[in-house]
């Protein structure tokens, strides 16, 4: 069964950098678009940004310059760097994949569990 | 960035019920939008893609429809597990971009 699973520190100090992994069960990393989303204490969902098997990135221009997503297929991994973080960054952080569905469509079928990183000295 | 606005962003209804949301993008988005259900504590579930087709395993009371700028999600008889978020989200193009959420509640 295709499983994802986010792993980190759940909390981190202000102007350092925030590092989640998500590791991959039973699922073809070339299959997908790996992405990271994140959702604050009772808002909605951010998409933040995805790799894909060959190695191409796309970020969300408003956290562009402080994040990084990389893959490691030798670990079926891929891993978020965000950079100095502030209290806005306090935040449950989902790994999930999208994919081509049907011909017609693309969709995020498979998500990790999420995991909550808080911000704060 | 694409803009989507969901409406409403509450509602409360009965076991049974019908139930529309709506979401509307700031630009044509085709018909590449997906909708998706999250429950308390949860991460988030698609339901629907390319608007109107239903993932497999949702329950066929769940429908999409719209094309362009206007879509629809439509939850023909509101079951005691339908209550929860539910989110649009544009795949049109980047950033991806979701709707803020209609919380459904019960009456």
């Known amino acids: 069964q295709v499983r994802l699973q986010e792993s980190g520190p759940g909390l981190v100090k202000p102007s350092e950098t925030l590092s989640l992994t998500c590791t991959v069960s039973?699922?073809?990393?070339?299959?997908?678009?790996w992405s990271w989303v994140r959702q604050p204490p009772e808002k909605g969902l951010e998409w933040i940004g995805y790799?894909?098997?060959?190695?191409?990135?796309n970020y969300n221009p408003s956290l562009k310059s402080r994040v990084t997503i990389s893959l490691d297929t030798s670990k079926n991994q891929f891993s978020l760097k965000l950079s100095s973080v502030t209290a806005a960054d306090t935040a449950i952080y989902y790994c999930?994949?999208?994919?081509?569905?049907?011909?017609?469509?693309?969709?995020?079928?498979?998500w990790g569990q999420g995991t909550m990183v808080t911000v704060s000295s | 960035a694409i803009q989507m606005t969901q409406s409403p962003s509450s509602l409360s209804a009965s076991v049974g019920d019908r139930v529309t949301i709506t979401c509307r993008a700031s630009?044509?988005?085709?018909?590449?939008l997906g909708w998706y259900q999250q429950k308390p504590g949860k991460a988030p579930k698609l339901l629907i893609y390319?608007?109107?087709t239903l993932q497999s395993g949702v329950p066929s009371r769940f429908s999409g429809s719209g094309s362009g700028t206007d879509f629809t999600l439509t939850i023909s008889s509101l079951q005691p597990e339908d209550f929860a978020t539910y989110y649009c989200?544009?795949?049109?193009?980047?950033?991806?971009?979701f709707g803020q959420g209609t919380k459904v509640e019960i009456k």
């Open positions: 989200l544009q795949d049109y193009s980047y950033p991806l971009t």
């Open positions: 999930a994949g999208r994919r081509r569905i049907a011909a017609n469509g693309d969709g995020f079928d498979i």
């Open positions: 390319a608007a109107s």
């Open positions: 039973a699922a073809s990393m070339s299959s997908y678009y």
């Open positions: 630009q044509g988005i085709r018909y590449d």
């Open positions: 790799v894909y098997y060959s190695g191409s990135t």
